[in-house]
């Protein structure tokens, strides 16, 4: 079946580091690949996405790129900020649109 | 506007029991989905509804079943409890059937069986 492996957390960086989560997916087909966001006391909300193969996601300084060769989608962000400090879900659904998968989360704390 | 609303806020039931949980959407949006969070983990799909029929389902047993009235809103029914279905359940609504279009989570309902 589908399904969405992330790097361990949690991560721990200094503010203007630069961040990557890393992220692969298994699934048929192909399907649309996802980050979604929790930041402390709020619910899951969007960060980006990507639909098919070379596209990239970008918001907040945020990026991914949906690379099908090496079924990843890695979140990366050039200069991380305290309030960046949440968890990390990357997830995907499949071609169909009749199934969604998250990853196990990625925890990230930004120290000022 | 308001966002997607669930309740209640949190549940304590014993093993064997029946349990709903209701979720309203946000206005327009006709697909819900529910999902179930253990502790440390991401959430695990369990249904989508979309203009009251079911789109999708996930790898949860028969004991878990949903629907979604003319309003849109939706509940989840979960019979014979076990320990295991401890957890924080979520539901997200969106406009669309597809998963592109973003998905609005609610605050979730927290079960907790004893």
């Known amino acids: 079946g589908n399904s969405v492996t992330q790097m361990e957390g949690p991560v721990t960086l200094s503010e203007e580091a630069f961040l990557t989560i890393n992220c692969t997916y298994t699934a048929t087909g192909y399907p649309s690949l996802f980050w979604y966001v929790q930041y402390p006391g709020e619910g899951l909300q969007l960060l980006l996405k990507a639909t098919k193969a070379d596209d990239k996601g970008s918001n907040k300084g945020f990026e991914a790129t949906y690379r099908k060769e090496t079924t990843s989608f890695h979140l990366e962000k050039g200069s991380v900020q305290v309030s960046d400090s949440a968890v990390y879900f990357c997830?995907?659904?499949?071609?169909?649109?009749?199934?969604?998968?998250f990853g196990p989360g990625t925890r990230l704390s930004v120290l000022p | 506007d308001a966002g997607v609303t669930q309740s209640p806020t949190h549940l304590i039931k014993t093993r064997g029991q029946q349990v709903t949980l209701r979720c309203s959407p946000i206005s327009g949006h006709k697909s819900v989905s529910w999902y179930q969070q253990v502790l440390g983990q991401g959430p695990q799909f369990i249904f989508q509804y979309y203009e009251k029929e079911e789109r999708g389902r996930g790898n949860f047993p028969d004991r878990f079943s949903a629907r979604q009235f003319p309003n849109y809103s939706s509940e989840l029914n979960v019979n014979a409890l076990l320990l295991g279905d401890s957890a924080l359940y979520l539901c997200?609504?969106?406009?669309?059937?597809?998963?592109?279009?973003?998905?609005?989570f609610g605050d979730g309902t927290r079960l907790s069986i004893l």
């Open positions: 997830a995907l659904s499949d071609n169909y649109g009749q199934n969604f998968v």
């Open positions: 997200a609504s969106s406009p669309a059937p597809d998963f592109y279009q973003p998905q609005h």
